[in-house]
């Protein structure tokens, strides 16, 4: 666990280093600015997703896996049409995708990161084109990510993960199976 | 490790580069021996990997566990991911897992699964998966514990309650299974090193005896790392036929059919057998509980 805090420690200490002076003598960190209003972002998404999930059953294990992809189904559809107009950016802000590709940009320049391209390289690579609110094609692998990366990414809800796709860094809903934001090349 | 006292039939690895497929005529099927020792109280489970393809080889390794579960009664199967290839939808299911071990799930034998690549993350809450909605757990059958985890996800969180979780287990024979090998020798993937670099040091430091992972689409036995023994079983449906590299830390590998493999804890011993769906077996051995010998 030295190792999480370690990273953790580099990844907030990366922050600090982006602080600035700004007008009015006030020192802020910018970064950390940034980190805020994503998670502020993140839980409005939640926020927004337990009201779609409102009045569905909770999902429970089951021998029909046709309920199951129903309700995968129907959780995704209410969250479409409670965001229809959600488009790439809305949470991956421009200031947090730049922080974003810093850190990853910071992650590849490490001696870690021969294993993470390699990683990357044998988890069946795709490449496909997506959108914003598209379900994950379910006949498609889904790319798995490289343990060092994760440990060097802010940390999510539950309900939310990332994933990569070609070179995008992905936000998927993982319950809805939903893609919710990208960063298009983020990944060398 | 030792060798059981019954011979196996030689094993194509590795040096087969050249030769070319059987066609299903050359195939030659084999007597099913088992050579497990059937202790009372043991804990006798099958493993498979990479099955859901609903292809006709997933089927005849189904129906040739079905035979081997009569004369070896296993409880349970662990399931080593890409459990359902390709599409998701309920004929998926029923054709990709249902019917192909309708004989063992009908008997009664229950299934844990990990999730692999080509899996959808939500099949944790398909009932006879067995993963009560989690996608790492662990079960717990006499002196085994067994710990499934997600290794297309092996965030943070998961690393922390893996060493939490194998930290606090007081269990004879600690085993992990999960998709992505930590060590293989196959060309296609090969090994996941980060996967390694991150998860290994917390197997090594609880006491981990044996890792089960799939991915490639081969069988191997990897010599022992550090007091750790790695399986690699990537090959219950799917084959990559001549993918193994000759080298030198696979104890045994074999990369010509499909496979699947019989366990066995049995007190201070694990006892294996992989066979293949021709009936033959392709390796076979028992495993000392190194822990248990440092204690003695």
């Known amino acids: ?188 | 490790m030792r060798n059981l006292t019954v011979s196996t039939v030689a094993l194509s690895v590795l040096l087969t580069a050249c030769s070319p497929p059987p066609t299903t005529a050359q195939t030659q099927t084999y007597a099913l021996k088992l050579q497990l020792p059937e202790k009372p109280k043991a804990v006798r489970f099958a493993v498979i990997g990479d099955t859901g393809t609903g292809g006709k080889e997933q089927y005849e390794v189904g129906a040739l566990m079905a035979e081997a579960h009569q004369t070896f009664p296993f409880d349970f199967v662990l399931m080593l991911g890409d459990n359902i290839y390709g599409g998701k939808t309920p004929e998926d299911f029923k054709r990709k897992f249902e019917d192909p071990y309708k004989v063992l799930l009908d008997s009664g034998v229950k299934f844990y699964a990990s999730l692999g690549n080509h899996d959808d993350p939500n099949e944790r809450y398909y009932k006879p998966f067995n993963m009560n909605g989690q996608r790492y757990y662990t079960i717990k059958k006499g002196d085994v514990e067994f710990f499934a985890l997600d290794s297309t996800y092996f965030d943070p969180q998961q690393m922390e309650w893996l060493q939490k979780e194998l930290s606090a287990s007081g269990a004879k024979w600690k085993i992990c299974f999960f998709h992505h090998p930590l060590y293989s020798d196959a060309r296609y993937h090969g090994p996941d090193t980060d996967l390694r670099r991150r998860m290994e040091p917390i197997l090594q430091k609880n006491g981990v005896n044996i890792v089960l992972s799939g991915h490639e689409h081969v069988y191997e036995r990897i010599k022992p790392q550090g007091s750790i023994y790695y399986f690699v079983l990537g090959s219950a449906g799917q084959l990559r036929r001549h993918d193994l590299r000759r080298a030198a830390n696979v104890a045994k590998g074999f990369d010509t059919d499909r496979t699947f493999m019989l366990m066995e804890a049995a007190d201070d011993d694990l006892y294996f057998q992989t066979i293949s769906r021709t009936g033959e077996t392709v390796d076979s051995g028992a495993i000392e509980n190194q822990k248990l010998k440092r204690v003695q």
């Open chain 1, 1 to 188: 666990m030295s190792r999480i805090i370690q990273n953790k420690a580099v990844f907030y200490a990366s922050l600090l280093a982006c602080s600035v002076t700004i007008a009015f003598g006030q020192r802020v960190n910018i970064g950390a600015q940034h980190i805020a209003g994503f998670q502020q972002r993140l839980a409005a998404y939640v926020k927004l997703r337990n009201e779609a999930a409102a009045g569905m059953p909770r999902q429970k294990p089951t021998d029909s896996s046709g309920k199951m992809s129903n309700q995968e189904r129907e959780l995704a559809q209410r969250i479409r049409s409670l965001r229809p107009s959600a488009r790439r950016g809305d949470i991956f802000t421009p200031e947090i995708s730049a922080e974003f590709l810093r850190l990853i940009r910071l992650a590849w320049r490490n001696p870690d990161a021969a294993q993470m391209r390699r990683s990357l390289a044998r988890a069946e690579p795709v490449s496909i084109t997506i959108h914003i609110n598209d379900a994950y094609p379910a006949s498609i692998p889904l790319q798995s990510m490289p343990p060092t990366l994760l440990q060097n990414l802010p940390s999510l809800p539950k309900e939310l993960e990332y994933r990569v796709i070609g070179h995008n860094l992905v936000l998927r809903d993982a319950r809805a199976n939903l893609i919710v934001d990208f960063i298009e090349r983020a990944i060398p």
